[in-house]
């Protein structure tokens, strides 16, 4: 009994660590996710949800960070009551979530590993289920589980593990997530991204004279009646398929992704920190003669133009669909730098680079 309290304690343990850390490795990332869940509920639920759109990165972050300590919690027994208690709540919370999402196709992805493994609705639910049974075996054997160290150690580990969470996520704020697991992180190939990585393969699924038959084509035979057709390699799917950018003259897709770009994306010019404008204004204007740069924005025209008056932002511009901006790069604004579509570099607000800096990229890249 005891190796079998100890495997399920530290699987369930090392799976929360794991799930707390890749979210907290793009609070923004989460708290995305939080807003559609809020939007969701404030629909179908209780409009009361919608009030709390404003705070989904408190949320989020709250919850991420307590999956982080109840892993590390489980990992050493600490204060097993309390912790098997709220470890079934959470698990049952997240159940609820996943199946709501699953049943009713309401939010396609949960979240549950950030961008790093995206499950679809059933699959959340499918390890939601999983995860709660563990959570009840763990909530019956507590009594029987004794700390691994004493309790001001114990309590000095989980102080820790609060400090350096609260630390992890500050960073990806301030600055950008640690590591990208989006399809627009530093070395990606956008256009490669937005094309088929191999031909498609297709099974056919067929009905005659009341017998069902599978072909790997299509069949010339008149008399088979169709009934389905599956994607035998959905992995070979583009993985970039809502990437657009236009103006009022017409679509600049292509034209975005020829050449040397400095992208200047805003999530929200009327939310956006506007303290170092002036700075990537500077940095346009100094690789004039390297490059070509661009204001991105999900805006309005006259919200845009109101912007860029205010701040004397002389780039050309053009608009991109919001959520892609904000997959493209979590910060508001942030800056990509692009070669023929190549992602060279990509910063925060806060990190903006020199034109020195700049130029390397392109020249290391020729």
């Not at 989904?56 to 892993?71: K, Q, R, S, T």
């Not at 992602?343 to 020199?354: A, E, M, Y």
Request: with cysteine.
């Amino acid at each position: 009994m005891k190796i079998l309290d100890k495997l399920v304690m530290w699987f369930v343990g090392v799976l929360f660590i794991f799930s707390g850390l890749v979210k907290l490795n793009d609070p923004m990332g989460t708290a995305i996710k939080m807003e559609e869940y809020f939007e969701v509920f404030a629909t179908d639920i209780w409009s009361v949800f919608h009030y709390l759109v404003p705070y989904a990165m408190l949320v989020g972050l709250f919850v991420v960070i307590l999956e982080v300590i109840l892993g590390v919690a489980l990992l050493i027994n600490y204060q097993m009551k309390i912790t098997a208690w709220v470890l079934l709540l959470l698990i049952v919370f997240f159940t609820f979530l996943t199946f709501y999402s699953a049943q009713f196709d309401k939010v396609t992805d949960c979240g549950c590993f950030g961008d790093a493994i995206p499950l679809t609705p059933w699959q959340s639910f499918s390890k939601d289920i999983v995860l709660l049974m563990l959570t009840l075996y763990i909530f019956y054997r507590k009594k029987y589980l004794k700390p691994a160290l004493k309790m001001v150690a114990g309590s000095s580990v989980i102080g820790l593990t609060l400090f350096l969470s609260i630390l992890l996520a500050y960073f990806a704020i301030e600055h950008l997530p640690p590591i990208d697991f989006r399809p627009y992180k530093v070395g990606a190939d956008i256009n490669a991204a937005m094309k088929p990585s191999a031909d498609y393969i297709y099974k056919y699924i067929m009905q005659k004279d009341g017998k069902t038959f599978e072909f790997d084509t299509y069949p010339s035979d008149e008399g088979f009646e169709f009934v389905e057709m599956l994607l035998l390699n959905p992995e070979a799917e583009p993985k970039i398929t809502d990437y657009n950018v236009w103006n009022d003259e017409g679509d600049y897709t292509s034209e975005s992704l020829t050449g040397a770009k400095l992208l200047i994306l805003f999530h929200d010019v009327n939310h956006a920190r506007v303290n170092r404008i002036a700075e990537i204004s500077q940095l346009a204007s100094e690789t004039t003669d390297t490059l070509e740069s661009w204001a991105l924005t999900a805006n309005n025209e006259a919200d845009y133009e109101n912007f860029r008056h205010e701040y004397q932002f002389a780039l050309p511009y053009f608009y991109v669909d919001g959520t892609v901006i904000k997959a493209m790069v979590r910060a508001n604004p942030g800056l990509i730098l692009l070669k023929d579509g190549v992602v060279l570099g990509k910063w925060h607000n806060n990190d903006i680079p020199t034109k020195e800096q700049i130029e390397k990229l392109i020249k290391d890249h020729s």
